[in-house]
């Protein structure tokens, strides 16, 4: 029991400890400007909204790592730099605590990534700089490299022009059907032309697979 007792007094003591070495130390951390350390030895000085980091504000990590920009919400966003322990660098926009718009981010064994971003990657144009001077310049892709610009603009419009072709394609199959399907019900106000009884055997022979399923004529193949 006295065993259990003194882990208590331990435990408390020890939460207690950290209660107070975790504190705001100047100004107004509720709203305004001011300075809160962590019992971890981290540290924020810069400006406070209900409790929150938001406006300008540095934080310096134990590690030795800092970043130095615009907070929204207790999230880095908007302008900010990032100096990481491992040496590496980032500088450029950000949104919800992640890299996102223009930016440029160095790293510690010489390569470099400027350009766009999107939720913490690569994404949009951009040029990635090896140690040994080579490059690669053009779009990006969550981290992927697609291309350069006149490549991915090739690609997309070849795309698009294949996408058009078979949107005609399927206007003219569609234009086909309805016009075998009016022949079948023999519908004279549809601008169907009735001496086109080189079909009509054809036209019959389709007419019950048709009222049972239109949706079958969308595997045919026309010419």
Not at 16 to 30: P, R, T
Not at 68 to 90: I, V
Not at 114 to 141: A, L, R, V
Not at 198 to 208: D, K, L, N
Request: hydrophobic letters at 25%; one cysteine or more.
């Amino acid at each position: 029991m006295r065993k259990l007792f003194t882990i208590l007094i331990v435990v408390l003591s020890t939460q207690f400890s950290f209660n107070l070495s975790a504190q705001c130390i100047e100004g107004n951390c509720v709203n305004g400007q001011g300075t809160y350390t962590w019992a971890d030895g981290d540290q924020y000085s810069g400006e406070y909204k209900d409790g929150k980091k938001h406006g300008q504000g540095t934080y310096n990590h134990a590690s030795g790592a800092q970043y130095s920009g615009e907070w929204k919400d207790d999230k880095k966003h908007g302008q900010g730099t990032d100096n990481y322990a491992n040496g590496n660098q980032y500088i450029g926009e950000w949104k919800d605590g992640k890299y996102h718009g223009q930016g440029t981010y160095n790293y510690a064994s010489g390569s470099q990534y400027s350009g766009e971003w999107k939720d913490g990657k690569y994404h949009g144009q951009g040029t990635y700089k090896h140690p040994n001077f080579t490059s690669k310049k053009g779009i990006w892709e969550n981290d992927v490299y697609i291309g350069t610009v006149a490549e991915v603009e090739r690609k997309r419009k070849e795309e698009a022009e294949r996408k058009e072709a078979a949107r005609q394609i399927r206007l003219e199959a569609e234009k086909k059907v309805k016009t075998i399907y009016n022949a079948c019900i023999l519908d004279k106000s549809s601008d169907v032309d009735m001496k086109v009884h080189t079909i009509r055997r054809a036209v019959e022979e389709t007419c019950e697979a048709i009222s049972e399923d239109p949706s079958f004529f969308e595997s045919w193949k026309y010419e």
